[in-house]
């Protein structure tokens, strides 16, 4: 069951990078239709497109129920089940929006993000872990699957904000347009980890150190990667491989900066490849194909994606985890930094709303706005997660 | 001020921008607009009309949004700043925390202790920001609902041309042949559940106006959660405590007044195994042990009667049950939860005290490390004093100290009397280790066993709160769907001598709008309205800072 769970996911993961393309071709099959007949606009590409992505949504459903049954509990308690679980939530709010709006350029964007959170998740351990007695409640369940819903939603918002932005970033003044390139980079970053972990692992690099920790207690630690910096007072215990280049003090954690590193330069060489190859910049490149969006649906479609999302979140993320927190520790809330990520990623969509509302917030502010938001969000899967540990923190 | 009378004949709270029933502009700069601010229906609000006692001055500036989201952002970067150090509340120290923070965090622990920040959420200016939030959300929902609430009810089928010619959606037309599609339209208007109402054969279709009050509805949800929150600090109304007790012992549960008694029968930790499945071997091997229950079995007592202080009190059984992770054990709106554990303590110590000469064994004592006797007595003129017991000893300076009250490394100070030395023998023992000052002993306390006891540590809640804070929080989610998943939409049609005038105004999801309108008029004689929202946006922004959206 778990050998079949692991196929399905890997199967819609190549089914979501095929109708990535097109969606593609549809954004430019479509110049000429659009002008003809403006209310039914979908074209042959596109349908096939969200045939596809539909295929592999049903896939990935069936990873999760297989995995379901194989490990006898809901697949959301790691990284890597969140994180998967996430982008099947993902690709369900971007066929919602679709079929609201029919637009097909939001599958051209949405779907490559789908594609890299499921390589980012499979980075993680895969392993199916028994669960500990924090995580034996049904209302773990369903808080953590309404929030990864919701987070989802929010995250469509994003894409269509990215949208407007590339779309328009020739209109924008060289900070802003930088600003725009430097998303397009952080999404290479991603890639860049992905890319440069697989190949080590493909390689089977593994390096062993003893080290001191914060706590003065001698620790080993494993790397994937190759040294760059080692932790504080280190020493070797594997043969062969580079040696540390740089040795950092205790209160850092030098494996997650070494990995933090790779993905960089990793991320920055596969960037530099495609400047010096498509001799533009990224955003530069996208923007031809987005030329004839109408600025004002994607508007809409980002607003849209936020006033669906938002109530799911508060649901999910807030209710839902404050029941759950009540019945595992007494407490509903409790000031866990995780908990307060949550309650900021509330207060940012909350200033979204009143400031489209009633300052008229729309366009690019808007866009930008749901850009920042979806990064509160990251913020708080990635590096609330793994650097500041809390009662959450079993979730690595 | 006075009130407004307009040529409709509808009289107007002083104010008013836009007559409430046929929208007509009653202020002069108004005019000027190409599109129209309907935020607010143009209403009269206390905030944009009265400026002079200092009362009128509070009320406008909370009932700015611009303050509102002001004060949102503020406490979004203060609840930020609160978690890149582990809060206070959050963390076990065993030193001061000016300390723990100096020693962990260095230079910038220091900084951030000195500002209070590893207490920010229950600091008072993080407090009176919240407050802040509350006074603007009441005061801003206040501002717009009543007025906004009167001008919806009070609006009238026929609208005044010049309201009309300002809306985002507008279009005209020659009135000619329309009456034989104005059933169609209306029809179409029905099926897409307008509510359509007809005057002079002007029409005005409505739906959806309750989507308006959905702000209004999850600020007061918003409210009572925080009323809720405020109350906790209440007599009576939160208790949180931690109860540390070991098996076998019944003990007076904290917060409850001494009414309630636990007694621990057993404490339970299993881990997963091999006959857990197949599935979970790799990881078990990968991560080793992985907790699979953490089980208290207790049994709950009522005192009876009057309870005198130092006196111990009748026990009436209750109930007995398990308290586990996610399964608390409830009473009396009491909740009992297993939160902690510490195995294999040391409860008691037993020393045979010997003669050195001849390492006889004189006696056997047993110390109950938590309550120590003062003196052992062993007959035939031997006894054991205790002078000093340091439950967790720490060697200052030589010195003997106790870093707490847990018998974690006990030691003690003896007096060793026997009929040789009548007035005692001084000896200090610690594990693995024996003192003897006052020079050498005839007489010594060898270290024979040592007792351990379980813990389990139940952290006992009451929460007298949790009702209403569910209910604020079940309006609050009530109101955010209500305005987010509906939207307030209108259309008119008004027949003017020759032409027709079709406006049609939305408070969100303008695209989808006009999707809407379009079915609804295509294929009549009726003008399908044109967009002049976003070529005009800019200039209504300039205008007033604000967009005709909304």
């Known amino acids: ?53 539909s295929i592999g949504f049903v896939l990935q459903v069936g990873y999760f129920v297989t995995r379901w049954i194989a490990g006898g509990y809901p697949p959301i308690s790691n990284m890597f089940e969140f994180i998967t679980f996430f982008s099947i939530m993902l690709v369900g709010a971007f066929m919602i929006l679709y079929y609201l709006y029919r637009i097909p350029a939001l599958g051209v964007f949405a779907l490559p993000i789908v594609v890299i ?32 819903a919701g987070q989802a939603i929010l995250a469509i918002s994003f894409v269509a904000g990215l949208i407007y932005l590339v779309k328009n970033v020739q209109q924008m003044s060289r900070a802003k347009a930088f600003w725009v390139e430097a998303i397009m980079f ?17 390689a089977n690099y593994e390096m062993d150190l003893m080290y001191v920790n914060k706590e003065g207690e001698e620790t080993q630690v494993t790397y994937h990667l190759p040294v760059i910096f080692g932790p504080h007072e280190y020493t070797v215990i594997s043969e062969g491989g580079m040696e540390p280049l740089i040795e950092l003090p205790a209160w850092v954690n030098a494996k997650q900066l070494n990995t933090l590193t790779w993905s960089f330069l990793t991320g920055a060489v596969i960037y530099l490849v495609i400047r010096l190859l498509a001799r533009r910049r990224i955003a530069d490149l996208l923007q031809p194909v987005l030329q ?39 407490r509903f809330w409790a000031w866990d930094p995780k908990e307060v990520w949550a309650l900021i990623t509330w207060f940012f969509y909350s200033a979204f709303l009143h400031l489209r509302l009633s300052r008229g917030w729309h366009g690019e502010k808007s866009a930008w706005l749901a850009v920042i938001g979806f990064a509160i969000i990251m913020f708080n899967l990635i590096f609330v997660n793994l650097v500041i540990a809390g009662l959450h923190s079993y979730a690595v | 001020m006075e009130r407004v009378k307009c040529e409709c004949g509808h009289v107007n709270p002083p104010g008013t921008i836009l007559c409430e029933a046929c929208g007509k502009i009653l202020v002069e700069s108004e005019k000027n607009k190409k599109i129209l601010d309907m935020r607010y229906e143009g209403t009269a609000r206390r905030s944009q009309t009265y400026n002079r006692t200092i009362i009128d001055k509070i009320w406008s500036f909370f009932s700015s949004v611009k303050v509102g989201v002001v004060l949102i952002v503020l406490a979004l970067i203060a609840s930020a700043i609160g978690t890149i150090l582990p809060q206070e509340m959050n963390t076990t120290m065993t030193v001061t925390p000016e300390q723990f923070y100096a020693d962990q965090y260095g230079w910038f622990g220091r900084i951030y202790y000195a500002l209070g920040f590893h207490n920010l959420y229950q600091s008072t200016w993080y407090m009176l920001l919240i407050a802040s939030i509350g006074v603007s959300l009441v005061i801003c929902s206040i501002d717009r609902a009543v007025p906004l609430y009167k001008a919806l009810k009070r609006q009238r089928v026929t609208r005044h041309n010049s309201f009309l010619k300002r809306q985002r959606f507008f279009n005209e037309g020659p009135a000619d042949n329309i009456q034989a599609h104005l059933q169609t339209v209306k029809e179409r208007m029905e099926r897409h559940r307008y509510r359509v109402l007809e005057e002079n054969g002007n029409i005005f279709a409505e739906k959806g106006r309750f989507s308006r009050w959905g702000p209004y509805v999850n600020h007061i949800g918003l409210i009572i959660v925080l009323i809720g929150a405020m109350l906790r600090s209440a007599p009576g109304m939160y208790v949180n405590e931690m109860l540390w007790i070991k098996e076998g012992e019944t003990k007076a549960i904290p917060g409850t007044n001494q009414q309630y008694y636990l007694k621990n029968h057993e404490f339970i930790v299993e881990v997963y195994d091999e006959s857990d499945g197949e599935v979970y071997q790799e990881a078990l091997k990968n991560r080793g042990n992985i907790a699979k229950n953490y089980q208290t079995n207790v049994t709950l007592y009522k005192a009876e009667g009057e309870v005198l202080p130092g006196e111990k009190p009748r026990l009436e059984e209750v109930k007995s049950g398990e308290i586990r992770v996610n399964h608390p054990f409830r009473f009396d709106h009491y909740g009992l939860y297993q939160a902690s554990y510490k195995l294999h303590e040391m409860s008691a110590m037993t020393f045979q005290l010997v003669k050195k000469e001849t390492d006889e064994v004189i006696g056997t004592i047993t110390i109950d490390l938590y309550n120590p006797e003062k003196k052992y007595d062993l ?23 106790t870093k707490s009250p847990n018998p974690n490394n006990p030691a003690f100070a003896f007096q060793i009397i026997s009929p040789e030395h009548p007035e005692g023998e001084r000896s200090i023992v610690a594990i693995q280790q024996t003192l003897e000052p006052l020079g050498e002993n005839d007489y010594k306390l060898a270290f024979q066993s040592v007792d351990t006891v379980n813990y389990s540590g139940l952290m006992v809640r009451k929460d007298r709160t949790l009702g209403l804070i569910a209910i604020g929080g079940a309006i609050f989610l009530f109101g955010v769907i209500l305005g987010s998943f509906w939207q307030h939409r209108r ?50 922004n300039e205008n007033k800072g604000v967009g005709a959206n909304g």
Request: glycine share 8%; net charge neutral; proline share 4%.
């Open chain 1, 1 to 53: 069951m778990a050998e079949v769970s692991s196929i399905l996911l890997y199967v819609s993961f190549i089914l979501y990078l095929i109708a990535t393309l097109f969606f593609g071709a549809s954004i430019r099959q479509k110049k000429g239709i659009q002008k003809q007949n403006p209310v039914s606009r979908t074209s042959v590409a596109g349908k096939i497109g969200i045939i596809i992505t």
């Open chain 2, 379 to 401: 007959g035939n003129g031997y006894a054991v004093e205790i002078l000093y017991y340091f439950p967790d000893v720490e060697f200052k300076d030589g010195i003997p100290q």
């Open chain 1, 186 to 202: 952080v999404l290479i970053i991603f890639v860049g980890f992905i890319a440069a972990s697989t190949t080590f692992s493909i």
């Open chain 2, 491 to 540: 259309i008119w049609i008004k027949q003017d001598g020759e032409t027709v005038l079709v406006s049609a105004h939305t408070n969100k999801n303008w695209y989808s709008f006009m999707k809407e309108i379009e079915i609804i008029l295509e294929d009549t004689a009726l003008p399908i309205p044109v967009d002049r929202g976003s070529g005009l946006e800019k200039a209504v």
């Open chain 1, 292 to 330: 004839k969006m109408n600025n004002d649906i994607l508007d809409e479609v980002s607003y849209r994606s936020v006033l669906i999302g938002f109530p799911v979140f508060t649901l999910g993320a807030l209710i839902f985890g404050m029941i759950y927190a009540h019945f595992a520790w007494g």
């Open chain 1, 117 to 148: 959170l499921i390589g980012y998740a499979s980075m993680f351990s895969r392993d199916i872990t028994p669960l500990s007695p924090t995580l034996q409640s049904n209302w773990l369940i369903v808080h953590v699957m309404t929030t990864a």
